[in-house]
T-cell receptor, first 111, second 109 residues
Framework: SQTIHQWPATLVQPVGSPLSLECTVE??????LYWYRQAAGRGLQLLFY??????ISSEVPQNLSASRPQDRQFILSSKKLLLSDSGFYLC??????????FGQGTRLTVV | GQNIDQPTEMTATEGAIVQINCTYQ??????LFWYQQHAGEAPTFLSY????GLEEKGRFSSFLSRSKGYSYLLLKELQMKDSASYLC??????????FGKGTRLSVIA
């Protein structure tokens, strides 16, 4: 069966520090991978999606970047965090545009 | 996102039935998802309708009318744990899923 792992679950980082959130998927090949962010009381905002290794599409220009070094690994990064980067970050995967399955999420607080 | 319209909030009583409606833009439509999201948690998949009609899964059912651009999620025998946001998401084919805020359902005793 397919599983998705996302870590860490919670993170508190100072302004200006770097960020690296990792997501891995097991049990499937060549998945579509996604990073979403959800601010408190808001809907999910699509940040990045990838249809293959090294292929990244950015939906919203901002202080973040994404990379896909391996087929089932998706990384969200920032060189210098801003206060506005605080939120709930969700990694998800899908195959052939079927339903998306989400990781547990990372609650990031930038202080 | 994707021209989806669903109520922002609903309140229903424990044990009752509630219907959450969703209307969407019909052009480029491939199917409709419903997700449940509890506060502070990731969304979980509930149902996917591609063809017209009603699909039942236990206490939850989802209905689709493609010609009308209309869907609903029906929750029966409501329980307190059903308090959550319910997200109607349109599948537009080769584009990633775009989620709105959904409908926040509060189940009261």
């Amino acid at each position: 069966s397919q599983t998705i792992h996302q870590w860490p679950a919670t993170l508190v980082q100072p302004v200006g520090s770097p960020l690296s959130l990792e997501c891995t998927v097991e049990g499937t090949s060549n998945p579509n991978l996604y990073w979403y962010r959800q601010a408190a009381g808001r809907g999910l905002q699509l940040l990045f999606y990838s249809v293959g290794i090294g292929q990244i599409s950015s939906e919203v220009p901002q202080n973040l970047s994404a990379s896909r070094p391996q087929d089932r690994q998706f990384i969200l990064s920032s060189k210098k965090l801003l206060l506005s980067d605080s939120g709930f970050y969700l990694c998800a995967w899908s195959v052939s545009n079927t339903e998306a399955f989400f990781g547990q999420g990372t609650r990031l607080t930038v202080v | 996102g994707q021209n989806i319209d669903q109520p922002t909030e609903m309140t229903a009583t424990e044990g009752a039935i509630v219907q959450i409606n969703c209307t969407y833009q019909t052009s480029g439509f491939n199917g409709l998802f419903w997700y449940q999201q509890h506060a502070g948690e990731a969304p979980t998949f509930l149902s996917y309708n591609v063809l017209d009609g009603l699909e039942e899964k236990g206490r939850f059912s989802s209905f689709l009318s493609r010609s009308k651009g209309y869907s609903y999620l029906l929750l029966k025998e409501l329980q307190m744990k059903d308090s959550a946001s319910y997200l109607c998401v349109r599948n537009s084919g080769n584009t990633p899923l775009v989620f709105g805020k959904g409908t926040r359902l509060s189940v009261i005793a």
